[in-house]
């Protein structure tokens, strides 16, 4: 009786700890334990639809939601970004992309290779708003990582939101690190637009659909 949750327990905890060792390496902005909750998602989440990522970076959460999908044979990640990086970290230094000789695009390809999920993401090299012109697929997990000013934040929730199935979810990085993420999310609980589900770190998950 005791023995399943008791092996199920180890299995979460070596999970966590072998996902941080192979996605720690790649450049990023996530904490394991919130990567681990972006895998989770990714793998047990509700509902059928794609997995929609706004601003990969160097592809760690990529990685992490693609390497959950993937174990369990979902739907694929596509990955939206210009792979201009974000103004905040930009600095006006497009050289600061320029890793071991690649640029950020070739970084990405190439950490999504070795993390053995590149066949488990579809890449939309564009801006969000251009990405989605077009765009006609369901989406079940919408995570928005890109520019983290409000307006921007804005903008991605209100031109990716209509695609999400009916119990969709979606998750927002860097809450309480950059207000103007942080002021446009308490903006749409406030609303009542959405509610929130779950709370890691700096990611906020939220519903359109209270369950
Ligand atoms: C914080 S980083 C993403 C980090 C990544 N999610 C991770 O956790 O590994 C922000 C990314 O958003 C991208 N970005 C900024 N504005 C964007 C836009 N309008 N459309 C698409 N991508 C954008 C940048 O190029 C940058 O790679």
């Known amino acids: 009786m005791w ?7 180890i299995g979460i905890v070596a999970d966590y700890w072998i996902l941080s060792d192979m996605f720690s390496p790649i450049e990023g902005f996530l904490d394991p334990i919130e990567g681990y909750a972006l895998f989770m998602l990714a793998e047990q989440g509700p509902g059928v639809g794609c997995i929609l990522e706004i601003g990969s970076f160097a592809g760690r959460s990529t990685s992490y939601l693609a390497y959950g999908s993937k174990r369990a044979r979902r739907e694929k ?14 600095g006006g230094d497009e050289s600061a992309f320029r890793m071991n000789g690649c640029g950020l695009y070739e970084m990405f390809r190439k ?6 999920v590149e066949d488990w993401v579809h890449t939309i090299k564009a801006g969000s708003e251009e990405a989605c012109v077009g765009w006609s697929h369901p989406i079940r997990l919408l995570f928005i990582d890109g520019d983290h000013s409000a307006e921007a934040s804005r903008r991605d929730f209100e031109l990716w939101s ?4 009916p119990e969709g979810l979606v998750a927002f990085h860097d809450i309480g690190m950059f207000p103007g993420v942080t002021s446009y999310y308490e903006t749409l609980l406030a609303q009542g637009a959405v509610l929130e589900i779950l709370s ?3 990611l906020r998950v939220v519903t359109k659909t209270p369950v």
């Open 3 to 9: 023995l399943k949750p008791m092996l199920q327990s």
């Open 77 to 90: 990640v596509v990955a939206v970004d210009h792979f201009l990086g974000s103004p905040e970290h930009r």
């Open 111 to 116: 950490n999504l290779r070795l993390a053995g």
């Open 162 to 165: 209509p695609w999400l199935i």
């Open 200 to 202: 890691v770190g700096t």
